[in-house]
């Protein structure tokens, strides 16, 4: 993929960029290292000092920065500006709270008593440049709940963005300049795919974080695992979104609605496996397939829409596939299953319409891989034990949904459905405060929260003798 913005909304390229040459990668790695040697020795209130900065920055700039990624990626303009508000948002929460976080801990008196010690405590040092491969779907988002705690934590950042949101990558660098940081803290790598293993092997880089598709996961963490050096990786999700008979039927409806199409339906944590109870399947369907068949598809920069492009046109033909596969082999598309008919310019964008498919069996590629647009899949279960079973029914495990107001089945659910988050009666969503990520093929390790900041530490004992 070259390295330019390309409006997915008409197909236009509007900016190109050349990536940069090996020697111009190695320049940086070690300015990196070098802002690492000193950031590493400031102290909480200085860190505190600089992100704060940061956040003020992005909430001025909130507006320009917002219609850049549309631009860049398609998303509607209202979630850009959002997305934005909650990267300053971030900023201010590890700002606040990421000394007390990574505080020294101190073992219980009888433990260190008995190693022999006159004083034990846990120290959370940084490593080091932190390399940060990151996706175009939530292009600031993705960025900053990595750059803020490993800032915050003492480490330095070398971004790799993905190459159709280079405008948002160059000015995330600019953020944190024109914050104060020193050069170097936080840099952007223009490169490609293929230059990513020579950054990952240079040993002046020690350590890597990956949000994006399970093949790129894969690739990273192999050549990581080579390197011997820490990985943390938020790959696929194909959420479960479950409701029981004792839902509140209309809050669950509409919620699936924003829990699908978000992002255009570009989203690793969007619902799109809605398994549902036959004794609300009817009513469920129904309802839900009319406001999904009830969306505004168009120009993403016009406030009134509510679905924009998808963000590549590799990313439509991948939908295409997956929907075509699964209503040939006896599906039932309830509405869309195509591409809108657009005016104008937005005729050549990469627009899907909204779609609901019911029918989805086993054999049918949907079942099992990840839908990254705007289409749900409906089944119907019979009870509890069916609603889990086909829930777990997925090599993804990142977020899950259920509606239910049962708390016996609210139990069974946080015990059995195997993901990294289980979100009642709400649609899953990040938070600083809260971990992030999952298990089996949706990766491993945690973004935000204490065990964020904490991924890329030093967790070191300091014994001192009697």
Known sequence: MPIATVNPATGETLKTFDALTPEEVGRRIAASAAAFRRHRTTDFAERARLLGRAADLLDEDRDDIARTMTLEMGKPLAAARAEAAKCAKAMRWYAEHAEALLADEHPAPAAVEDSGAAAVRVRYRPLGPVLAVMPWNFPLWQVVRFAAPALMAGNTGLLKHASNVPQTALYLEDLFLRAGYPEGCFQTLLIGSGAVEAVLRDPRVAAATLTGSEPAGRAVASVAGDEVKKTVLELGGSDPYVVMPSADLDRAVRTAVTARVQNNGQSCIAAKRFIVHRDVYDAFTERFTALMDGLAVGDPLDEATDVGPLATAQGRA??????????????????????????????????????????????????????????????????????????????????????????????????????????????TASHPAFPFGGVKRSGYGRELSGHGIREF??????????
Do not use: K
């Not at 946080?414 to 649609?427: I, K, P, Q, S």
């Not at 530490?457 to 009697?466: G, S, Y």
């Open 318 to 427: 991948d939908v295409e596939e997956l929907v075509d596969d699964a209503v040939r082999l006896g599906a039932l598309a309830r509405c869309g299953g195509g591409r809108p008919a657009l005016p104008g310019p937005l005729a050549h964008g990469w627009f899907y319409e909204p779609t609901v498919l019911t029918d989805v069996t086993p054999e049918m590629r949907i079942h099992h891989e990840e839908a990254f647009g705007p289409v749900a899949t409906v089944y119907p279960v019979a009870s509890l034990d069916e609603a889990v079973g086909l829930a777990n029914d997925t090599p993804f495990g990142l977020s899950s949904n259920v509606w239910t107001r049962d708390e016996d089945e609210q139990r069974r659910f946080a015990r059995d459905l195997e993901a990294g988050g289980v979100f009642f009666n709400g649609m």
């Open 457 to 466: 530490c030093n967790v070191t004992t300091v014994w001192h003798a009697r």
